[in-house]
């Protein structure tokens, strides 16, 4: 909030703890439309006067275009106000790369009835002017959107891309963040700015060699190889216990490494930990569960991940 929208930043009492309400927007929210393609979430804050406020916030993770934004936009902000009888402020942050849209208003008018729903927004896109600007920027989510940009400028050049890659992560350290965010923006940015093999080897080099010259070790290569390695043992193992043991036996620890995965590799929150539990507790088939677990581990494959999560839950995991 401080860094996209101060003005609001401003006006919440921030020695009261915010409080997520995902289960209150999923009741106004359609199960059909939640996925990967987006973040809604839904935050209760206290204004500085004492009055409790609800933050709506709008995270078009999959960066596109799409032409019904501001009215869903309208409609959750509407829905949550008629259920609960709250005051609703709405922000979005748009992902895609696109320059010429930007909705930030909903409105239509009928013999007299007028709608005019305004919220705010903000376009990553428009960042890329003020490169200088975020670079001096301390606060984490100028490192985020810094990300974001070059991960879309060097979708094609993979050795560009090592070579931001490495310039963001050593940033993270000049600018004397904590070694926790340190390792939740490294997280971040290996996420979204994956690379081939040869060049990922090379770019943990760097981090290593950088990190042995400042004598620390924040993000060690030790350390991300044995995750790797350890998600892997877990598949396997889970496949075999499958095959010996028969699916029931089985399910709860391949399960347990499925999330490990998302935990460790896509960098999941807590509140997306708890929800996928819950999905991927229907799934009947150790097929399904070994596909679902390549798919959390591809690049960029967790978008792939929800789309491929859902249709087996509406199949009912199986071929049945």
Not at 140 to 152: E, G, I, N, Y
Not at 214 to 234: D, F, L, N, P, S
Not at 309 to 317: N, Y
Request: hydrophobic share 35%.
């Amino acid at each position: 909030m401080l860094f996209f929208f101060p003005d609001a930043h401003a006006g919440i009492d921030w020695n009261r703890q915010p409080e997520f309400m995902d289960k209150k927007l999923q009741q106004v929210t359609p199960e059909s439309e939640i996925g990967g393609q987006r973040v809604d979430k839904l935050v209760k804050v206290w204004l500085k006067n004492g009055d409790e406020a609800w933050v709506l916030a709008h995270v078009e993770v999959q960066s596109q275009h799409e032409t019904e934004f501001a009215k869903r936009v309208y409609i959750y902000n509407h829905r949550l106000f008629d259920r609960f009888d709250r005051q609703v402020a709405s922000f979005a942050i748009l992902g895609d790369e696109g320059k010429g849209w930007k909705p930030s208003q909903y409105r239509y008018e009928l013999w007299g009835t007028t709608i005019d729903f305004q919220f705010s927004v903000v376009k990553l896109q428009e960042y890329a002017t003020n490169w200088i600007v975020l670079e001096q920027d301390d606060n984490p989510f100028a490192t985020v959107v810094m990300a974001h940009l070059k991960a879309q400028e060097t979708r094609q050049n993979a050795t560009s891309r090592q070579e931001w890659k490495w310039n963001l992560t050593r940033a993270l350290y000049v600018k004397g963040y904590s070694r926790e965010d340190i390792q939740r923006l490294y997280r971040f940015i290996d996420w979204v700015m994956q690379l081939p093999p040869e060049l990922e080897d090379a770019y943990w080099q760097q981090v290593r060699s950088y990190e042995e010259e400042q004598k620390m070790a924040y993000v060690t290569y030790a350390e991300r190889r044995g995750i790797e390695q350890g998600i892997e043992q877990g598949i396997e193992q889970g496949i075999e216990q499958g095959i010996e043991q028969g699916f029931e036996q089985a399910a709860p620890f391949f399960r347990k490494t499925l999330l490990d995965i998302l935990d460790k590799h896509a960098g999941v929150t807590p509140e997306q930990h708890t929800e996928l539990a819950e999905k991927v507790e229907q799934i009947s088939e150790l097929e399904s569960l070994s596909e679902l677990g390549s798919l959390a581990l591809e690049a960029d494959g967790l978008d792939g991940f929800y789309s491929r999560l859902h249709e087996l839950i509406t199949q009912g995991g199986s071929d049945e």
